[in-house]
């Protein structure tokens, strides 16, 4: 077992012992990342010498006996969370070269605790897709097996923590992009509830979907991150003054009596036999818990993916206007004019995903559509969020699957943008809705690769989704499982 092995907790236990110093702890991680990731291209940027520099601090502070279960953890960032005087990419030509001159503020916080930056992680440009394909900066390699996609749009983040390349990882998720690859990685992945986590500093692809969360080899990390990201942020004008309660004080306790609600609509068609019948074994371990398990209906599901299609371009048409190339950015050689300039820099800064993207956005946008499509999608939206709240008021937590296949073939979806965005039926409707959700691993497949376990609740409960989690994994070993990384 080497360093990069061990997770957060592991690792607070004998940093705050003084057995091992962060700045061994961060060696050993940039040491992996060196023999790896030319493989894995799980990182866009490697910051070693903040990270050097951050475990040397956070030794110090150690050693004043200030050791929070944070201190001296490194971890990696994914490339869309803005960092003061690093490069943030968002994968992009067009942000190749952008230096924020501030910090998110899940950036901050952790910054507060001491933690180590290891790097910043490959992602699909602007976080547009479900595969990490669509990156400026090429395509990452899932861990499980290279010729296949880790997931997307948090790919690099994925891969970085199942390939021990980082401790634990941040990812953002505007339909599914923690949690997807969470599943594909077989990590633990949460989206926490619409409000719950600051957006300030997090460059917005869909702003009424966004939102952080942890990337994390199992449940107690994830509790341990969330208890630093969360909370009140005057920055963000839509982050809700709610409680930020210890997420770590519900693991291990009694998941007895609580009651699953599994939506029929969600094992259909296309869903994959292996991951059917993977999570059909998960509900089982929980019923053995004492779980009461009732079949629930979301009715609208089937109309979740056309909604979001309308709405997350719609919102990005918007956001990206600002990429002008003016104040910063790609600016074009070809300089003939105002509006040439604007429009070469663009052409040639944004890849192919964005610009549909901007195009059916604009389009759903413009005069004369938008009833019939930005504003029916948010109708529709509106339905999506009453189906969980009336599926809430007899369940506690909603269990599906999180994705319906295992990781497809590098390549095998690119020119298949229809047939990618279909596939994220599961993880989607959480976003609609605003709720919160997690992706646990609870099998693999024949040929190995990992299957994630999705649990939904209502708005501000990530409390049940931690402590279902967790009793589920006590239950398991499948979190334990490592990559063999034959390259
Ligand atoms: N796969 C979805 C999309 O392409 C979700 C991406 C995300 O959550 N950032 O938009």
New binding site residues.
């Given amino acids: 077992m080497e360093l990069y092995n061990l997770t957060i907790h592991e690792l607070h236990t004998r940093l705050s012992t003084g057995e091992v110093t962060s700045q061994e702890v961060t060696e050993s991680v940039l040491k992996r990342i060196e023999s790896i990731d030319k493989q894995v291209n799980a990182y866009i940027t490697v910051t070693q010498p903040l990270a050097m520099a951050q475990a040397k601090k956070a030794d110090e502070v150690i050693s004043r006996g200030q050791c929070t279960p944070l201190t001296g953890i490194p971890l990696a960032i994914k490339d869309i969370l803005c960092m003061k005087g690093v490069t943030t990419t968002c994968g992009s030509k067009i942000l190749e070269n952008f230096v924020p001159p501030y910090d998110a503020t899940v950036i901050k916080r952790l910054r507060e605790e001491d933690a180590v930056f290891i790097g910043r992680t490959n992602m699909?440009e602007f976080?547009?897709?479900?595969s990490t394909e669509t990156s400026y900066f090429g395509p990452t390699r899932n861990p499980w097996d290279a010729s296949r996609i880790p997931g997307?749009?948090?790919g690099g983040s994925a891969a970085a923590v199942a390939a021990d390349e980082c401790i634990a990882a941040l990812g953002?998720?505007?339909?599914?992009?923690?949690r997807?690859p969470a599943a594909c990685c077989g990590l633990v992945g949460l989206k926490p509830t619409y409000g719950r986590v600051s957006r300030f500093g997090l460059i917005a692809?869909?702003s009424s979907?966004?939102q952080a969360g942890p990337m994390t080899k199992d449940v107690q990390d994830t509790a341990l991150l969330m208890n630093v990201i969360c909370g009140y942020d005057p920055l963000d004008s839509t982050s809700l003054k709610v409680e930020v309660p210890d997420y770590t004080a519900v693991l291990g306790k009694d998941v007895a009596g609580m009651s699953i609600g599994i939506p029929k609509e969600y094992f259909m068609e296309g869903l994959d036999g292996e991951v059917a019948k993977a999570v059909s074994e998960a509900i089982k371990v929980l019923e053995g818990l004492q779980m009461e398990v009732k079949e629930v209906s979301l009715p609208h599901t089937d109309y979740a993916v056309a909604a979001?299609?309308l709405i997350?371009p719609a919102e990005a048409s918007s956001n990206l206007a600002r990429y002008d190339a003016v104040k910063y950015g790609y600016r074009t050689s070809k300089d003939t004019g105002l509006l040439d300039m604007y429009m070469h820099s663009r052409s040639e800064g944004f890849g192919a995903?964005v610009k549909r993207?901007i195009m059916l956005g604009t389009y759903a946008l413009s005069a004369g559509y938008y009833d019939a499509y930005y504003k029916k999608a948010s109708q529709v939206r509106t339905l999506i969020r009453k189906d969980f709240e009336t599926v809430f008021e007899e369940c506690d937590v909603i269990v599906t699957p999180t994705y319906p296949t295992s990781a497809f073939k590098i390549g095998e979806k690119v020119n298949d943008p229809l047939n990618?965005?279909l596939s994220?039926i599961f993880?989607?409707p959480a976003?609609l809705a605003g709720i919160p959700a997690i992706s646990l691993p609870c099998g693999f497949t024949g040929e190995g690769l990992p299957i994630g376990l999705q649990l939904l609740s209502n708005s501000f409960q990530e409390e049940k989704l931690i402590q279902v989690a967790a009793a589920y994994e006590q239950e398991s070993r499948w979190h334990l499982q490592k990559p063999t990384l034959a390259m």
Wanted: hydrophobic fraction near 30%.
């Fill in positions: 699909d976080a547009m897709g479900s997307g749009s948090s953002t998720d505007t339909g599914g992009s923690i997807q692809f869909a979907l966004d979001y299609y997350a995903e993207r990618m965005y994220d993880t989607i976003n």
